[in-house]
């Protein structure tokens, strides 16, 4: 499958041409008409290559004139644009990845190229720490300094992988070394994989095997390794595809509780929990716990036993932060965390109606099989009426076709909407189409780059409107690609207590949004927490396991989040008016509290 090419994708390119034109001392009218292209295609909510390809004049799109009309046709179509790569030739090599790095417009990198001969950005790097970069016209200390903080940035960010990726590449490579290996007994994740961080570095891998000397080269031997670094008896390290480095340690079957632990981490985590044990006289290694006066080494063989020996209860990876979780522990007040299991239904989801690639009925008896007892169907509205958001009338539609299949699954089907949020706050659908909806999400696709207050401001405005049920993804950033919008977290969050307005945690693997610091706020403030794929496809709806570990590193139980409540009980939430929601809601919170403590 190729990948669909994005509006991002499009913008790059324009963006890209500018630059190239500009450095070449090109006329400003045609470097303007590809900014002014680049800018309004930033700000579609829908996908321009769909349109392209559904043959719609995208010439009706005000700022896209037939020469860049028919490059975007091109893109689409082939793949490339024979104009860029013709620029792209007659610049110096690498020109592009200098204009990627943060402060470096296209007067700076042409001056550096001409005047430094500089081609790369290890040779920007270079002269920006020997002083040359500083004297370059308009530049001067500070900038140079500005700029040699940027190439580290974006080497850091490079560096480590998003859960999504790193999760698939750790399942491809057990079913590959189960397979190589007859005498594996068990393969687990530890590091920052198993804690769910949003983005991993190394995969560290613990084996336990009948069969130890066969799994270090039997995982050096797989066809995705790029390299290997390090093959021992204690220890195999490689690169797999697509460029993660995987840390594989054979562990002994009574010994793992300690080896799991010390991989685990967090570092962090483990420096208190190391102070923790001392005090008691003990110290801790990655072979056990030993006892300082005898110089006895203890084994464990699971982190229960392990963290027991300690005087504690298991704290869960996701929790081990080095924050309060070890007097949490030590004072019995751990959080009883949500599990996959607890979720009783998914309300974000799109079908073929609008961008999801499944039928309607395909992605509702999905859904079912999930064993949920509720669920939304939530296509997107019209957007600026170009690609396949719905009308309000195909929205009356779906509506009529979503009543009628209400029966047929054993599960509430609520008929919702994810609605555009315009730029200045209003939906995208006006209110009496609002009011047909059993479920509204608001969400921003477009005009991402407001400022902080104009951002805060807008989606203020949505939680203001009485139909908007909860905020989807409220920061929009993609993983290592695209970052989140600038808003002021506090001041959203109390609007949306206030309001009686839910919060997303969207579990997509390259967003999670909110965030784990954010989900952990909305809690402490009572503001509801719904857990959603956003599914375009029947295979992601299992992707609730990502935002469920964004929930339990936030410390949520099921009482925090809406869809773990029984049908009833989220029903009763959602048909009261939203001045009432918060005071039902903390109703909700002590009931659950009160049900588990029975
Ligand atoms: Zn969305
Ligand atoms: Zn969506």
Redesign the pocket.
Known sequence: MTTPISNDDIVTLFNNMAAMLEIKGDTVFKIRAYQRAANTIDQLSWSLATAAVNGEDLKKIPGIGKAISEKVQEYVATGHVVAYDRLAEELPPNVLELLEVPGMGPKTVKAAVDELGIGSVAELEQAALDGRLAQLPRMGKRSAENILRHIHAQRMRSDRTPLGIAAETCAAVTEQLFDACPGLVSLTPAGSLRRWEETIGDLDLIAISENPAETGPALAGLASVRETLVQGDAKTSVVVDPGIQIDLRIGEPDALGAMLQYFTGSQQHNIRLRDYANRQGLSLNEYGITVVDTAVTEKFPDEESFYGRLGLPWIAPELRRGADELDAARNGELPNLITVDDLRGDL?M?SDWSDGKFPLEEMIAAVAAMGYEYMAL?DHSQGLGVANGLTPDRLAAQIEILRGLQDRYGMVILCGS?VDIRADGAMDFPDDVLGMLDWVIA?VHNAMSQDRETMTNRIVRAMENPHVSMI?HASTRLLGRRDPVDFDIEALLQTARATGTAMEINAAPERLDLKDTHAARARELGVPLVINT?SHHTDSLSNQRYGVAVARRAWCGPQHVLNAYPASEFLGWLRAPKAERAARFDAMVAGARAGSAA
């Open positions: 974000h799109h939530t994810e969400s989807g956003d």
